[in-house]
């Protein structure tokens, strides 16, 4: 039986059969394969689309929150007009009859004022030329028109124009024909600062700046001919410090923060990101979501204390925390110190250095008191090295303790200056005065100095005393002689001129000014003298 049915089926018939079958398995299994990944794929898709459709959701609902809050804030401002206008009215008719008062006053009477008295009348008088005067003579007060300048600004009937005639000598372009004191960018600042007090909103605060609309648009003209003028000047890389800082200043009390213009706010605050008041300037002219880029840069230039201060300005010192930031400033203070001293060792350089070290540290001590980072950031460490730099410095200003009259101390050997100098006398007659044996000629070029004891230490780079009628410039000045007296005697080397002068550390000047110094920007890092 089983051999018919074999006659009957081919085996070759059974062959195709079975291949037939195992490429019908084959495809089965591909599209299995081909189904699974479809439906992956399909699924990786659908749970996109369904985070999408929530973020969508989730965007659409902040936005909504966000335009109720701000249609909100209109119908509150909206109703705030009124009210606004009332008091404003009320202050005018005030300081109008203020001003009637204050000028059927005698002259007399007005000498005998102090400063806030005197304050109040110009402003009452709206005296903008006698009150900007003021404000520039009495510079060493600063604290006390700091408080007294808002006061007597709310005396004006106009306080905007008040301020802006005030300043229009010397902002936006300086119209003075004797510039002196060059930098008057301080009494700007503060003046405008005092004025956003003035012209803050009783309800709404100084987001809304109680100006004229006649005062806006006379401010938005200054503050462009102030932006036209820079090209003029040199451009954005040869603007001063008090410059940038009084423009900045006077955009944000006027209410005329342009967005066409946040660029160059942006360049501005990180150009000058060491002065005290940036941080919250940067944060009303609405950069405040750019602040994280700004801290960013600032780390990136190794300007980690001026980051700090814009962290915690914008509440980001979670995000960029402040320890780890001021150990990332001091690193970099000693890598510096240790290249400078590698590459240069002269005694200008070094003391150069020392200096430098030491405005570091106290600007670092400085931002931890400021910030209270003391629990976390002890300040023993950082005194002690300023404590030894400060030694250093004294002990390297100390002259060489050596007795002119020894007859075997440096004063009587008869060397040649390592300059090329000519060589002393080797006898000098003794005078009744000094018994000392001086090794000046008989008939010296210059009258010598009545103190004959006096020591004068010679440059680092010559530490052999030298001799003779023949002063180096270095060491000229302390003698007090005439420089028609010596400038013909030649000279036989270069000497290195006195170390420049810093500028000393601080959040204010030495006449206690927040950020306000010489008008350039310091070379080290700005945030070392502020």
Avoid at 141 to 159: G, N, Q
Avoid at 394 to 401: C, D, G, I, M, S
């Amino acid at each position: 039986m089983g051999s018919e049915v074999a006659s009957v089926v081919p085996s070759s018939v059974v062959q195709e059969s079975l291949k037939q079958l195992e490429r019908q398995q084959e495809l089965i299994s591909c599209c299995t394969v081909l189904w699974k990944e479809l439906s992956d794929h399909f699924s990786v898709l659908e749970r996109g689309l369904e985070s999408r459709s929530e973020a969508l959701r989730s965007k659409r609902q902040s936005l909504d929150a966000s335009t109720q809050c701000a249609l909100d804030s209109l119908r509150h401002r909206e109703l705030s007009i009124d009210g606004a206008v009332d008091l404003a009215l009320a202050k005018l008719e005030e300081r109008r009859a203020a001003a009637a008062e204050a000028l059927a006053a005698a002259a007399a009477e007005v000498e005998e004022l102090d400063i806030a008295g005197k304050l109040r009348s110009l402003c009452t008088k709206m005296d903008f030329a006698g009150f900007f005067d003021f404000v520039v003579a009495k510079r060493k007060e600063l604290e006390i028109l700091r408080t007294e300048l808002p006061v007597a600004l709310s005396d004006c009937i106009d306080p905007a124009k008040f301020v802006l005639d005030a300043i229009s000598v010397v902002f936006p372009l300086d119209k003075r024909t004797v510039k002196s004191p060059n930098d008057l960018g301080w009494a700007c600042v503060m003046i405008f600062e005092s004025l956003l007090l003035v012209l803050a909103d009783p309800e709404l605060g100084s987001t809304r700046p109680l100006v004229t609309r006649c005062a806006r648009k006379r401010a938005e003209e200054m503050a462009k001919e102030w932006k036209e003028g820079l090209e003029h000047r040199g451009g954005f890389e040869n603007v001063k410090p008090p410059d940038a800082h009084t423009f900045l200043q006077h955009v944000v009390t006027f209410g005329i923060v342009d967005t066409n213009d946040k660029n160059l706010y942006r360049r501005l605050v990180i150009s000058f990101a060491w002065r005290r008041q940036m941080p919250k300037l940067a944060i009303s002219l609405g950069l405040e979501d750019s602040m994280e880029d700004i801290i960013e840069e600032l780390i990136d230039k190794g300007h980690q204390l001026d980051a700090i201060n814009f962290a915690y300005e914008a509440s980001l010192q979670d995000k960029f925390p402040p320890i780890s930031l001021i150990q990332s400033f001091l690193k970099d203070l000693k890598k510096s110190t240790s290249t400078s001293e590698d590459s240069n060792n002269s005694g200008q350089a070094v003391n150069s250095t020392s200096r430098k070290d030491q405005s570091a540290i106290r600007a670092a001590i400085k931002c931890i008191q400021d910030h209270k980072l003391e629990s976390e950031f002890p300040l023993e460490s950082l005194q002690k090295q300023l404590e030894t730099l400060e030694k250093v410095k004294v002990e390297k200003k100390k002259p060489a303790v050596s007795s002119p009259c020894s007859s075997t101390g440096p004063a009587n050997k008869r060397t040649r200056a390592n300059h090329g100098g000519p060589m002393p006398p080797a006898k000098a007659g003794r005078t009744t005065i000094n018994a000392c044996v001086s090794s000046f000629p008989t008939t010296p070029a210059y009258v010598r100095s009545p103190s004959a004891h006096t020591t004068y230490s010679a440059p680092p780079a010559y530490p052999h005393t030298v001799y003779g009628s023949r002063s180096p410039p270095a060491i000229r000045e302390p003698y007090g002689y005439p420089v028609e007296e010596v400038a013909h005697i030649p000279l036989g080397a270069t000497y290195p001129s006195p170390p420049m002068n810093y500028p000393a550390y601080g959040a204010y000047h030495n006449c206690g000014i927040g950020g306000y110094n010489n008008g350039l920007a310091p070379g080290y890092q700005q945030a070392y003298f502020r």
